[in-house]
């Protein structure tokens, strides 16, 4: 199995940062095999797609709401993935979930992952 375990949400001013992580356990869990990915729900909406993330990190995707703001990376050799978030907007408030599929392909639509953590909650003030 595997397990994902979100960190780094908060309360953030509006045009603030926060760095989330995302830690990668189990006995199946290969971080040089799974591509990984982050989601998030806003109160009464769908979970949407933010980024993903090859496991070589040589393909990545981003929603275009969150492109130029928020980075996705991961270490590797630490079974950690990662979301910078810059120029936060009220609009950005939500529950994060990362999530990691059994495959090294990264794609956007949810149904393609695996494994999923229990969700960050981000908040961001005007």
């Known amino acids: 199995q595997v397990q994902l375990v979100e960190s780094g949400g908060g309360l953030v001013q509006a045009g603030g940062s926060l760095r989330l992580s995302c830690a990668a356990s189990?006995?199946?869990?290969?971080?040089?095999?799974?591509?990984m990915g982050w989601f998030r729900r806003a109160p009464g909406k769908e979970r949407e797609f933010l980024a993903a993330?090859?496991?070589?990190?040589?393909?990545?995707y981003y929603q275009d709401s969150v492109k130029g703001r928020f980075t996705i990376s991961r270490d590797n050799a630490k079974n950690t993935m990662f979301l910078q978030m810059n120029s936060l907007k009220p609009e950005d408030t939500a529950i994060y979930y990362c999530?990691?599929?059994?495959?090294?392909?990264?794609?956007?639509?949810?149904?393609?992952?695996?494994?999923w953590g229990q969700g960050t909650q981000v908040t961001v003030s005007s």
């Open positions: 999530a990691a599929r059994g495959g090294s392909r990264p794609y956007t639509d949810y149904d393609s992952y695996d494994y």
């Open positions: 189990g006995r199946t869990f290969n971080s040089y095999g799974m591509a």
């Open positions: 993330i090859s496991p070589s990190s040589t393909t990545i």
